[in-house]
Each structure stands twice: as structure tokens, then as C-alpha cells.
């Protein structure tokens, strides 16, 4: 196992700890927020907007990228960084997650001892998805961090799927990692994900059967549930030299909560979603820019807030857009909230370095 | 009648002419083409990229500031200038267009001798649009050119129609001009509009009803019919020195042919709009950017085009982003084709002083 990730610093009465990931296309500082760019952009936000607000790393969605515009287009346009403008690193998912979610949920499909069997939600075409397929993808859009396909269960499984999962977890994350280590380049990195449920003797045993798998540079917590003790547990399993990556997750108190646990990595569509519907980040609390007491504020969403929204508008301005329904409010918003959680991160990053992480963690 | 207006060059085998409006934001050289700023916003824009575009001048919808955020907000929260963050001139219109289009169309209302009883298309609320209600709204959100209120007819209507229209506009703005004499501040402009549909002596007698008014600093047409003999015809009644502005025209191709005819001054939904729809403009022709052969194109829309779309991304990202839906493709081909129109219109201005704007026409 190639050495890509380095600890900086550690909170002396939390688990939280600063860190350093490297990637081909430069370093990520941890803990650290990836906003989701899922069909190659994030969502409203022009490269150079990425560029300039202190952002790190994006997530891309193989599922919706390999319906559209197709992994082979990304790839003959010199991959997905190049495709999209963005230069710097990329960590992609399996498609796993947006697989299961229409077998689950729409019954468009079905789990096999290889792979997953299910009808898109674009056009109903049948696919197939297997442990290989998604690291083929994933190398073909020229990915940084890929994440091996894992079998998650919902969150009312019994233990028979439980086991199941992390039978299948297991199986997938090797042909996955064999795979990976005929095809990848040296400076690429792939992580495992650890399943197992809410029971714990599962998730440890899942953690044990990866590690011999491989051993990883870094492992993902599968869900569900993603409630604070299994979160700590599994957190805890994981080698300090590892980096632990909460997918899916969350909002800022979830994030600086998990950092205390010891995570490093958080990727969420929490804040451009909540942005889209006016709820604005700040750090002296949330604002819903629709309520009537905005209609004349000539005051910014956030004085110090060095986005396009805080530095040009008042929040009178940006409630007229959001209610007029133009466009360029769901812009500005989406801009300021992952402003907002750079700095946030960069805050609890600073935290962790100078010795205040806890008074930080108490505000929450 | 104060001097805002001069012509700086004139072409010699046409009736175009360079020449520069002085409004209390700046000068505005002409022929402009000015963006539809609706609800105080480029739909997709923020002020930032109408500064960085090279636009002179916005024009602002009253009717629908009037009903989103209202005039009161907008006077209360500094002027449309200080509330939209565009401190260059702004055009507003009447609101008699939409009021209009909603009476014709929809049958929401009725042209009284003294105004235009409506419903709005939002609420359904009544309301009754005057002369000096326009004015008094247009002062309101502190425009620097403003519109009399006229009373256009449909394209069918018969002589006795279009015998009111121009007696209508005439009482009109008077009743315009002197709210506007009363309450403006002295370096606001205030045009007319010249109705009498198709019918030449009717084209002639609402503009000399008007100068009786006036005279008038400049003129708008009034349509319909926006046809090339009556546009024509009727520029040649507007004196030389006088603004001669075609509300709602056109295309690239339309504006041109009209500043042949010696128009000065341009509004149109038609770059934002069809930006919308996935056609974009360049000095090569139309790109419809939703066609397959573009799916691998790497080159950008224009090559040698300054906007943020042409100088980072390729059509094939453009393209896909499209296709996708995703909202970034709208801002996108937004700036692109209004940097166009701006391009375009700055292509004319400079042919005419240099006189080579007959070869430039005879492209179009």
C-alpha cells in the first residue's frame, strides 16, 4: 500500500486530526468537504466560480455520467477533469448507491452474486453493474479517488441481508481492487467501503475482511444507519493512518461531529439542495431568505463572506430573485453555501492545528 | 427640449449613423442593443458578467417590477441602479406592452379613454394602469430614459382602431410629459412613441401630434406592423436629431436592416431566449448546440469570442450540459449570445465611422 495520506495534527481530547491526502492532482487538506458535481458540474456553479472559492476536491457520479453524456465521451475528451474545466483532484462513487436506490426503491432491478441487475431511470434501458464495470468507468472519466462498488442494505435490514452485504462487500471490494491494480495508474487511489449495518461485530468484521482484501489507503463508511455510535465504532476500527470518509454526509453540526469521531472526508448534497430551496448557511445561524423580515434588509446574507452573492447583494435583492424564481438566485445561493462550507471546514481545520478544535465542536 | 442626444458619424449610402446619448449614468453609444433586465435581473446573470460584457444600458420592465417586488421596495432599497448592482444607464418601459398583451390575449381587462383597466397574470388582482401612474413608477425606480405610455393595436385592427391608437398616444403623452415636467429630475429622458399601425398618413400624423407634445428627445416605434416599409417610413419622420429606438427588434439581421434606415437604439428577448432554447449566435451563423454533431466538438462556440462560455469550455461540455437540463448551459449561452449582440452592435458602430457599413449590411 502506497503511502497517500499523512496526519498533520491531532485534537488532544477529541479523535479529530488535520491531515493531508495526496492525489495526482495535487493535495487535499483534511477534514474536507466535496461538493457534488454529478453530471460534471456542480450544480448552477461555472468552473471558475469552483475555482474561486477555495474548493478542494469534487465528487462525480458515475451512475449519471455513464448514462450521460456516456463514459466514453468523457473519456475521448480527455477525461473528466478536462471535460468539466476543473483541475483539481476528483473522487468519483461507484454508481452504486444511485443503482440500489431504483432496486430499492422502484423495484427496478435486483442484486446478484455479481453485480446489480437494474433499469435506469432516463430511459428504462436494462444494465448491468459489476465491481469491474464501475472501476472500468471510474478509470475511464480518469478519476483520482475511486471507491470500489459495496453492497449497502436498508435501514430495517435483518441480519441474514446484513451478513449478505458484507459477504458481498467483501467479494465485490477484491474483484474490485484486482481490477483496479491491472488498470489504474500508480498515482491513482481506490477505497473500500465498510457495510455491516448497525451491528457492530458485523462492521468490525467487515472492516477485518478489507483490510485483508487489501490493506486500503482509506475506507468509506456505508450506510445505513448513519447514527453517531456506529459512526464513533466505526471510525474507531479504522488505522489512524487511514483516511475515513462519511459519504453522504451532512449538514455542518453532522460534519464537525464526525470530525471529532476522526473522520476526514465529508461529501453531501446538503448545501447546494438547501440552497435551491433559500436556506442559507451563515455562521451565526441559518437564514430562510423567503421570510417576509428580508423584504427591505439591505444587509448581505453574511458581511464577511467573500462570495459574489455577500460581496454584491442585499439579502432584499436576493429574496426578490428567490421569490421572482429566477435563476440567478439558486446561483448565488448555491455559491455562498459551499462558500460557507470551505470556510467551515477551513475553520475546523485551523481548530484542530492551533488546539481550540473542542470550543468549536461546543458551539454546535 | 435639452440637447441628449448627438450624431457622431453618419454613412453615406445609407440613413445609418453612430451617435451618443447622454444620460445621468454615462453616455450610451448608438446603435445599442439593450438587454431585457425584466425583474431587475438578466434572466441567468449576475451584474458582474453584464459589467464584464461591454453592455451600456438595461432595460427595466415596469409592469413587472410593479408587481415583484414592487415599486415601493425597489425606491426604498435605493433605485433599480443600487438594488440590481448595475450603476450604467437604464431604459425602462410603460408596462403598457404587457398590460396590453394581457387585455388582447387573455381578455383580462379594458383600454379606457384615461388608462388600462387589468388584471395582473399572477394574482389576478385589478389594477389601472394611467399615464402618470407609468411615469410616476418609472421615477420610482429612478430610470434615466423613460416611455410615455401609448395604446399599440393588434396587427388585424381596422382604421377606426387605429385612429384611436394615435389619438390615445398623443392625449397620453401629454398627460405623460406633464406628470413627467413636474416630478422628474432635470437629466431624466422621457420618449415618445409613434403609433398608426400600417397606415402611412396615420404614421405621420401621430408623430406630428407628438412633436406638437414635445417635441420629444426621441421616439420609439410603436407597433405592429414591425414590417421594413413602415419602419423605414416612419424613421424618416423622426428628425436627425432625435433617438430613433425600435422597442422589441430584433434579430441580428433585423437590427442591422433598421439601422440602415437610421434606428438608433434596440431591446429584444430574442439573444436571451434563444439562448434558452440551445441557439446561439456567432459571426459565422446560428450553432444549434443540441445537434449531434457536436457531441466530441472541441473547439468552443467562437473561438475568438471573449465570454466566460467560449474561453473554458468546449460545445461537447456545452452540449451535454444542455441535454442534461443542467442550468449552467442557460447562464452560459446567455452570456455568449448577448457578448454577441454586444460584439455586433460595436461592429456596427465602428463600420459606420470607417464607412464600410454597406459591405457589412450586404452580408446580412
Not at 34 to 54: N, Y
Not at 299 to 324: G, M, N, S, V
Request: aromatic content about 10%.
Amino acid at each position: 500500500m502506497k503511502k497517500v495520506f499523512t496526519v498533520t495534527s491531532e485534537d488532544k481530547t477529541t479523535r479529530a486530526r488535520t491531515g493531508q491526502i495526496t492525489t495526482a492532482q495535487g493535495p487535499v487538506l483534511t477534514p474536507a468537504f466535496v461538493p457534488d458535481a454529478t453530471l460534471g458540474v456542480v450544480k448552477h456553479l461555472s468552473s471558475l466560480e469552483l475555482k474561486t472559492m477555495g474548493l478542494q476536491m469534487l465528487l462525480g457520479n458515475i451512475y449519471h455520467l455513464w448514462l450521460r453524456p456516456g463514459v466514453p465521451v468523457v473519456k475521448k475528451m480527455g477525461g473528466l477533469h478536462q471535460f468539466m474545466d476543473w483541475h483539481g483532484p476528483i473522487i468519483t462513487d461507484s454508481g452504486g448507491f444511485q443503482v440500489l436506490s431504483l432496486v430499492y426503491k422502484n423495484k427496478m432491478g435486483k442484486v446478484l452474486a455479481n453485480g446489480i441487475k437494474f433499469k435506469d431511470h432516463l430511459t428504462g434501458t436494462l444494465h448491468f453493474l459489476t465491481p469491474e464495470k464501475s472501476i472500468d468507468m471510474q478509470l475511464g472519466v480518469g478519476s483520482d479517488i475511486l471507491m470500489v462498488l459495496d453492497y449497502p442494505v436498508l435501514e430495517n435490514s435483518n441480519l441474514k441481508d446484513n451478513k449478505q452485504s458484507v459477504k458481498l462487500t467483501t467479494a465485490w471490494a477484491k474483484e474490485s481492487k484486482n481490477y483496479f491494480d491491472k488498470h489504474s495508474r500508480k498515482d491513482q487511489i481506490l477505497m473500500a467501503i465498510i457495510q455491516g449495518a448497525g451491528n457492530m461485530p458485523l462492521r468490525k468484521q467487515s472492516f477485518e475482511e478489507l483490510e485483508k482484501v487489501g490493506p486500503f489507503p482509506g475506507y468509506g463508511f456505508g450506510g445505513p444507519p448513519l447514527n453517531e455510535k456506529i459512526l464513533a465504532y466505526t471510525a474507531s476500527l479504522i488505522p489512524q493512518d487511514r483516511i475515513r470518509y462519511v459519504m453522504g454526509g451532512g449538514t455542518p453540526r453532522d460534519i464537525i461531529k464526525a470530525v471529532a469521531m476522526g473522520w476526514d472526508l465529508f461529501d453531501c448534497v446538503i448545501p447546494t439542495r438547501n440552497a435551491r430551496h433559500g436556506l442559507l448557511y451563515t455562521f451565526k445561524g441559518e437564514v430562510r431568505i423567503s421570510q417576509t423580515k428580508y423584504k427591505l434588509d439591505k444587509k448581505p446574507i453574511e458581511a464577511d463572506c467573500p462570495c459574489l452573492a455577500c460581496q454584491t447583494y442585499t439579502k432584499a435583492y436576493l429574496r426578490h430573485l428567490f421569490k421572482a424564481k429566477e435563476p440567478l438566485a439558486l446561483r448565488l445561493f448555491s455559491l455562498h453555501n459551499l462558500t460557507f462550507y470551505m470556510r467551515f471546514m477551513k475553520r475546523i481545520r485551523k481548530s484542530i492545528e492551533t488546539e481550540r478544535f473542542s470550543a468549536l465542536l461546543k458551539n454546535y
